[in-house]
């Protein structure tokens, strides 16, 4: 007796299972249905050109004493095919330290400010106290304008390079 009542479980079960799935809204043969966009609302913020041509935006939010630098360098590494991982590896090679700096001592510079710091392919972003944000800018310009490039270091950046 409790061998058909199993039966029954399983098949009314499945019967449920397979119904959902017919009479389900979200039918994956269908296009989404369109829902309304809601609008992005971005906060005020001023923007200029340096003497330099770089392009500055600043959006201030004074709920937390940090700061945040973003700069994207306009670089497309897809259009030189015939230098593929170039980015990647001047990214790598340019934490390495600086003419002012090792790479220790600007570590340990960061580390005790609390400042994140990213370089990337493009892309080179820091989040830092407020109070240290003239020194986190000077930190940042002097890897980018003067970076020690250390031969020591090539082999073991070459190795470790991700193939696509």
């Known amino acids: 007796m409790k061998l058909y009542s199993l039966y029954y479980y399983i098949i009314f079960y499945l019967a449920l299972l397979i119904s959902s799935n017919i ?9 989404p249905k369109i829902k309304q966009v809601k609008p992005i609302h971005l906060q005020n913020y001023k923007s200029f050109t340096l003497q330099n041509g770089l392009k500055v935006y600043i959006i201030e939010n004074h709920k937390l004493p940090t700061v945040s630098f973003f700069m994207y360098l306009n670089y497309l590494p897809n259009l030189e095919p015939n230098k593929s991982g170039l980015g990647e590896i001047t990214a790598k090679l340019i934490k390495q330290g600086a003419r002012k700096k090792t790479k220790y001592e600007i570590d340990e510079e960061l580390d005790f400010m609390g400042t994140d710091l990213n370089i990337d392919n493009n892309v080179v972003f820091a989040n830092a106290l407020s109070k240290y944000s003239e020194k986190t800018l000077e930190i940042i310009s002097d890897i980018l304008l003067s970076p020690n490039f250390d031969e020591n270091e090539y082999p073991d950046l070459f190795f470790n390079i991700e193939p696509f």
């Open 23 to 31: 009479f389900s809204e979200d039918n994956l043969d269908l296009p």
